[in-house]
């Protein structure tokens, strides 16, 4: 038989985790997560036979935007057994965005998110979970909770001079991301997207070492490649990891950096015009066959990637010719 989890039983459970901590009286208990706003902290929310007291909204770092806070992503407590999960309600958000002459019109798609979620459950380099609907239908996903840094943290705080770095500690990186790639050929194999590619969308997994996707909910239309949003997003990270960061152009312009006269318009990262993706014109060391993978990611870019497939096969070249296979 089921077991009813009433008012009174997770007020129980709150107890048994947290004794004297928290009034669990007072706890507000909600089976409808539609208006997200409503789910604040201390607030229990039961899915099926399951209970999650939730804890702070989750805040993340986008293009300057530092501890912008997700309403809709609830960090929390899984009452049951008491580990951390994430909590992703029902957000609808919509925008179009430009990659050269390339539209695309990109949206959230929770029921996009859970299909992953189920395609890749034993695969080490997603995150995992599962989704259930609350009593109003809303897809919610719970998500277990990856303890470790975003790869874009990971590397900035490496503390060595850029040709040590790329010498000593990007081939190792340069192998881990590899693993990304293919997992995401992996998805793109059974025809879905990861949607929102981006540095800090790469969990290192302090546990396992594993460098994990996470957050699959953006969705895309284009008309011509389904896939190539998500390449243009492999690409940026490449010429991150390569970079050591961003290479700007505005501090290259304040450094007077002496290779300032040779960069061009085409040098540009096609996405973000401020960063030089030609990385071989800053550090000449970085090698030839790499640096012509990044300027597939260039203004002046005459071919694109349109698989992952084509992307591996240069950078399994790349590898093999400098002896790192």
């Known amino acids: 038989m089921k077991k009813l989890l009433n008012h009174d039983s997770v007020c129980r459970m709150i107890r ?4 004297g901590r928290i009034d669990a009286s007072t706890v507000r208990v909600h089976t409808d997560t539609s208006d997200f706003f409503r789910v604040d902290y201390d607030d229990v929310v039961v899915l099926g036979e ?3 007291l939730i804890r702070h909204n989750a805040r993340e770092g986008r293009f300057g935007l ?3 806070e997700k309403f809709w992503v609830k960090s929390a407590f899984d009452l049951q057994d008491g580990s951390r999960k994430i909590i992703k309600l029902v957000f609808h958000e919509r925008f179009t965005t430009r990659i050269g002459d390339i539209e695309f019109e990109c949206f959230r798609s929770p029921k996009k998110e859970a299909r992953i ?6 695969h080490q380099n997603f995150m995992h979970g599962y989704w259930i609907t609350d009593e109003k239908g809303n897809i919610v996903r719970v998500l277990d909770f990856i303890y470790g840094k975003p790869l874009s943290t990971m590397v900035e705080d490496i503390r060595l001079d850029h040709e040590t770095y790329f010498n000593l500690r990007f081939p190792e990186i340069m192998d881990q991301f ?3 790639i293919r997992a995401i050929r992996f998805i793109h194999g059974h025809e879905e997207k990861h949607g929102d590619i981006r540095r800090d969308h ?3 997994d302090r546990e396992s070492g594993n460098y994990r996707w996470i957050d699959y909910d953006f969705n895309y239309r284009q008309r011509e490649n389904i896939y190539s949003y998500d390449l243009f997003g492999l690409g940026n990270i490449l010429i991150f990891l390569v970079g050591k960061g961003d290479v700007l152009l505005p501090n290259l312009i304040r450094e007077k950096h002496s290779a300032l006269h040779r960069i061009r318009s085409e040098d540009e990262n096609i996405v973000f015009h401020n960063r030089v993706a030609n990385l071989r014109k800053i550090y000449p060391y970085i090698p030839e066959r790499l640096n012509r993978i990044l300027l597939h990611f260039s203004k002046g870019a005459n071919r694109f990637y349109e698989t992952t497939d084509q992307l591996l096969e240069d950078l399994d070249e790349y590898r093999s010719f400098n002896g790192l296979n």
Do not use: G, H, R, S
């Open 16 to 19: 048994c985790w947290f004794p």
């Open 50 to 52: 399951k209970a999650y």
């Open 66 to 68: 530092d501890d912008e």
């Open 117 to 122: 979620l189920d395609l890749v459950q034993n």
């Open 178 to 180: 590899i693993e990304c």
């Open 202 to 204: 790469i969990i290192v």
